[in-house]
Every structure is written in C-alpha cells, then in structure tokens.
Antibody, heavy 117, light 110 residues
Framework: QAQLVESGGGVVQPGRSLRLSCAAS????????MHWVRQAPGKGLEWVAV????????YYADSVKGRFTISRDNSQNTMSLQMNSLRAEDTAVYYC??????????WGQGTLVTVSP | QSVLTQPPSVSAAPGQKVTISCSGS????????VSWYQHLPGTAPKLLIY???KRPSGIPDRFSGSKSGTSATLGITGLQTGDEADYYC???????????FGGGTKLTVL
C-alpha cells in the first residue's frame, strides 16, 4: 500500500528557511512524479511544485518560484522542499502527493509550517 | 483566486443528491483529465474520481464524475452525514506545466 509521510514543519521567522521532507513507501518511488500541495488556514488547496520521476524537470507555482526548490533522492525514496525567504503567506499545511497518470494519489497527512515573528 | 471555479458551498438532506461544478478553461479542464478529492480538516485529501469519471477501488458508486468542454461535475447520491467534507476538483495544466485546483466546496448534509 502506497504511503507518504511528511516531516520538517515548524515555526519559523519571516525571511528564514525551512526544509520539508516526504518519505515514500509501498510503491516504486522512482517511477512517479511527485508534488507538493499546500493549504493555508481557511483556504483551499494550492499546488506548489512538481519534480519529474527522474528529477529531470521541476515546475513551480508563481507564488513560490525563485524561493522554493524541490528535489528527490530515488535511492532513499524521499523528496524534499527547500523553502527560503519565507513569508507570512507561506503559512500552511504542506502535503506531498504522488502523481499517478492524471491524478494525485495518495497524499500524505501533511506538515504544518507557520511563518511568524 | 483559484484557477478552477467551484461553488463555495452546497447542502442537501440525507438520502438526497447533490452536484458540485468545476469550471476552468481550454488550457486546463478543456485539455486534461479532471480528478476530484474529498478533504476533511487534519486529514490527507482522498481521491474520489480520476480521469473525469472513474472511481478508484473502494469508492462507492454513489460518487460519480463527468466532464463537458471546460467544465466538470461531481455527483453524490444517497447523501450520508459522513459525506460532510470539502470537495476539490483538480487537473494538470499541461500547457503551463502547473497543477491547478478549484477553491473547494463545503458539503453540508442537513
């Protein structure tokens, strides 16, 4: 059974950095594109970033472009999101999700990032 | 402002039927498959419908999906109190290489 577990969330001051991780199990990780999706308090789901199955391509939402970097280690079945120059509006629960053909499935339980002075 | 447009809320009585619409454009829904997700606060979003109208194993046939042009619809029949949740449509915009979601629809089963 495919499973994803996020870690690394916490409270951070504006302008600082934080690195999130996503550990995958139960499926052949290297065969799938992986995404980050976030949900700010009281808001809907917002797509953040994707990394191709082999790490060859990365794409970002305009709201995080130039500040966030997605990466993966297929030998360790892990994906990361390096978040720099954090802003208050980056406060959200961050989910990692596997992209299976045309849909996101499964999703992790999420990790909360709070950007506050 | 979300790329895909959903009604903020819908409601119906137990046992009744409800539909949730999702409107996009030619670059996203009009050009790609739509999926639907059920989300309860504090939990992982759950895939309900993929490829516009297919159900993953374990999803009851009370849930259905359809797509026409640049719009998609999620239907839920035989409403149960356990269906109360937020529902999101989503798609991969292959022309922009970005994921897009609707703003979410809160379902209340009265």
């Amino acid at each position: 059974q495919a499973q994803l577990v996020e870690s690394g969330g916490g409270v951070v001051q504006p302008g600082r950095s934080l690195r999130l991780s996503c550990a995958a199990s139960g499926f052949t990780f290297r065969n799938y594109g992986m995404h980050w999706v976030r949900q700010a308090p009281g808001k809907g789901l917002e797509w953040v970033a994707v990394i191709w199955f082999d790490g060859s391509k990365e794409y970002y939402a305009d709201s995080v472009k130039g500040r966030f970097t997605i990466s993966r280690d297929n030998s360790q079945n892990t994906m990361s999101l390096q978040m720099n120059s954090l802003r208050a509006e980056d406060t959200a629960v961050y989910y990692c999700a596997r992209f299976d053909a045309n849909q996101w499935d499964p999703w992790g339980q999420g990790t909360l990032v709070t950007v506050s002075p | 402002q979300s790329v895909l447009t959903q009604p903020p809320s819908v409601s119906a009585a137990p046992g009744q039927k409800v539909t949730i619409s999702c409107s996009g454009s030619n670059s996203n829904i009009g050009n790609d498959y739509v999926s639907w997700y059920q989300h309860l606060p504090g939990t992982a979003p759950k895939l309900l419908i993929y490829d516009n109208n297919k159900r993953p194993s374990g999803i009851p046939d009370r849930f259905s999906g359809s797509k026409s042009g640049t719009s998609a619809t999620l239907g839920i029949t035989g409403l149960q109190t356990g269906d109360e949740a937020d529902y999101y449509c989503g798609t991969w915009d292959s022309s922009l290489s970005v994921g897009v979601f609707g703003g979410g629809t809160k379902l209340t089963v009265l």
